[in-house]
């Protein structure tokens, strides 16, 4: 009897552990390789053949097709630079310039990578259709109401994730996090 | 309760190679991945154009909205392919993935440098069988190798804005997959 109750014990804890860290590690973004410049992450690795036992565990898990490294590199962003996480309800400003590439987007979509559905039917920005500064840098207001400028409706939801997207960049497996790459910032700038 | 600890540290252990066994054989047991998505709408070695995403319609998580997309989802069983995609005014790239969804090469219209991006692709097996003289006389052909049989080219063409997705959409439409030669054996 004795044997018996460690014996299921101890397959317990295993399938609780085991289990428990593959899901951690997937919902989580576990993969080798990332690059962090402020509060955006990519992972420049997951769009090549040499994509790491979890970058590929997450892809078939997410149902996404990743951007390869020949095409592009994506970054997501899921808190602003204070680590706060992007709220919908909040007025959201996104600062600054980006690195160089041949075109950008920028996209919100939902915490399951879904797009956000809101009156004006729009999700993102392209580079082309961004209104900048005169110095080359642009701002857009991410939130629930319309605002001036640049504004990317959020639909009022609660959490929601923004991905920028660089196309035919120099960005990419050998980047390393730093100065020669400027990320926009991202910060909350009021809450009702 | 030494015994406890010790089950514990056991059922730990345990744990971790259950964890590395689930990560790893998860790509091949996935039912909702990209690849699984696709194969309800996009038949095979033909290429099919994906409506535009939108809230709540959109095929796969994290399409890009300004990116018309078109898909081949190609077997090459019975001989190799050959893709042709006409060059959009903006941004076009073509990016080839596996069964499993891993992206294996890609390439944009910049890096194919022409109007038209043309492409073999072919598996090892089949590389190895063109001869050799065809192989250097064709300098200019492009034979991309596929590791798997089976997988998915991924033909996108950006919209700048909105009032260009026609425009985008027409030109990955306007793209060809399409079966070399009849496999001998068949």
Not at chain 1, 55 to 73: K, S
Not at chain 1, 151 to 170: C, H, K, M, S, V
Not at chain 2, 4 to 12: D, E, R, V
Not at chain 2, 74 to 96: C, E, I, M, N, R
Request: charged residues 15%; proline residues 7%.
């Amino acid at each position: 009897m004795r044997l018996l109750f460690g014996t299921l014990f101890t397959l317990l804890v295993a399938a609780a552990v085991g289990l428990g860290a593959t899901y951690f590690a997937l919902t989580r973004g576990a993969a080798f390789g990332a690059l962090r410049i402020g509060s955006w992450t990519a992972w420049p690795k997951t769009g090549t053949a040499d994509a790491d036992p979890y970058a590929r565990a997450a892809i078939a898990r997410n149902g996404t097709l990743p951007v390869a490294v020949g095409d592009g590199v994506s970054f997501s962003a899921t808190t602003d630079d204070a680590g706060r996480p992007l709220d919908g309800r909040c007025d959201v400003d996104i600062d600054g310039v980006t690195p160089a590439a041949r075109f950008w987007t920028l996209t919100l979509y939902g915490v399951n990578g879904e797009l956000v559905a809101n009156s004006v039917r729009r999700y993102g920005f392209t580079s082309e259709e961004i209104v900048r500064r005169s110095d080359g840098s642009f701002g857009v207001t991410v939130g629930p109401r319309a605002s001036a400028g640049n504004w990317l409706p959020t639909g009022g939801i609660e959490r929601y994730q923004l991905a920028l997207r660089f196309y035919d960049t120099a960005v990419g497996v050998a980047t390393k996090a730093g100065r020669e790459v400027p990320m926009p910032s991202i910060v909350t700038r009021s809450c009702p | 309760m030494i015994r406890w600890l010790l089950l514990l540290l056991g059922g730990a252990l345990l744990g971790g190679i259950v964890h590395i066994a689930t990560v790893i054989v998860l790509p091949r047991t996935a039912t909702q991945d990209a690849y699984s998505r696709l194969a309800a709408v996009a038949p095979v070695n033909k290429v099919t154009p994906l409506p535009e995403p939108a809230a709540g319609t959109a095929l796969m998580p994290l399409m890009d909205p300004a990116m018309a997309l078109a898909v081949c989802r190609y077997d090459l069983s019975q001989g190799p392919l050959k893709l042709t995609v006409p060059v959009s005014p903006a941004y076009t790239s073509v990016s080839f993935y596996t069964r499993t969804d891993v992206a294996y090469y890609a390439i944009n219209d910049r890096a194919a440098g022409r109007r038209v991006i043309e492409l073999e692709l072919m598996t090892l097996a089949q590389h190895e069988q063109i001869p050799e003289e065809e192989n250097v006389t064709a300098a200019d052909r492009l034979i991309v190798d596929s590791p798997t049989t089976t997988g998915i080219i991924a033909i996108h063409a950006l919209a700048p804005e909105p009032g260009l997705m026609p425009k985008a959409a027409a030109a990955v439409g306007a793209a060809t997959c399409t079966q070399t030669q009849a496999d001998a054996g068949r």
